[in-house]
């Protein structure tokens, strides 16, 4: 079956604007996360959805960070105003069910370069 | 605070030689533990996981891994490298109640010919 997908798989913007990040699940997954991948930072996360709970944002690193998710399903992870620092690939992953003993399931990514 | 700490951040081995990756986890509480593959461009796949079943765990392309609680490790190993093995390889760990997943900074292994 299909895999969790991202889009767009490369993003290059300028200093200040805002940027949207896509993530489609796969099907059928309950849980829908956000990591940033980043040379200095390592991988951290940064936003948790399971159903239509309020999600776990405790990993937002500024209120430029925010995340919606839509009808349970797919995810928009918005950078407002971005910075140099916020340059990073950005990956999404979903699982079944929560709980930490489920496995999540990773998307390719989306590399975002902020000039 | 939760943290996994990955030794060596660069590995090379022979092809056909043992693969160790090493892991360690700080938790008063053994949490789930997960070693992941990314090759490049690439998002990260399972490699297998330790959901407090048995202690040894097999995971796909011949890994596995051995959860030992007197030594908060979760080493990932390889009996004999393959080329293809070549890839970044991360550690994480989802403490008891959470749902996130806490990474190693990851150990890239180089595999010679």
């Known amino acids: 079956g299909a895999g969790v997908s991202q889009s767009p798989s490369n993003k290059v913007t300028e200093k200040g604007k805002d940027v949207e990040l896509r993530c489609d699940p796969i099907s059928g997954h309950t849980a829908l996360y956000w990591y940033r991948q980043s040379l200095g930072q390592g991988l951290e996360f940064l936003i948790y959805?399971?159903?239509?709970?309020?999600?776990?944002k405790s990993g937002l690193p500024s209120d430029r960070f925010s995340a919606e998710r839509t009808g349970g399903s797919v995810s928009t992870l918005t950078i407002q105003r971005t910075q140099q620092e916020d340059s990073a690939v950005y990956l999404c992953?979903?699982?079944?069910?929560?709980?930490?003993?489920?496995?999540?399931?990773f998307g390719p990514g989306t590399r975002l370069l902020v000039l | 605070a939760q943290s996994v700490t990955q030794l060596g951040s660069h590995v090379s081995v022979s092809e056909g030689a043992l693969v160790l990756l090493r892991c360690n986890y700080s938790s008063s509480v053994p949490p789930y533990l997960f070693w992941y593959v990314q090759y490049p461009n690439q998002g990260l796949q399972l490699l297998l996981k330790?959901?407090?079943?048995?202690?040894l765990v097999k995971g796909i392309n011949g890994f596995e891994a051995e959860f030992k609680k007197s030594e908060t490790s979760f080493h990932l190993t390889k009996p004999s490298a393959h080329m293809s093995d070549a890839a970044e390889y991360f550690c994480a760990v989802s403490p008891s109640g959470a749902n996130n997943l806490f990474f190693g900074t990851g150990t890239r292994l180089t595999v010679i010919p």
């Open positions: 330790y959901t407090s079943a048995a202690t």
């Open positions: 959805f399971q159903g239509n709970s309020a999600p776990d």
């Open positions: 992953a979903s699982s079944l069910y929560s709980g930490g003993a489920e496995t999540q399931y």
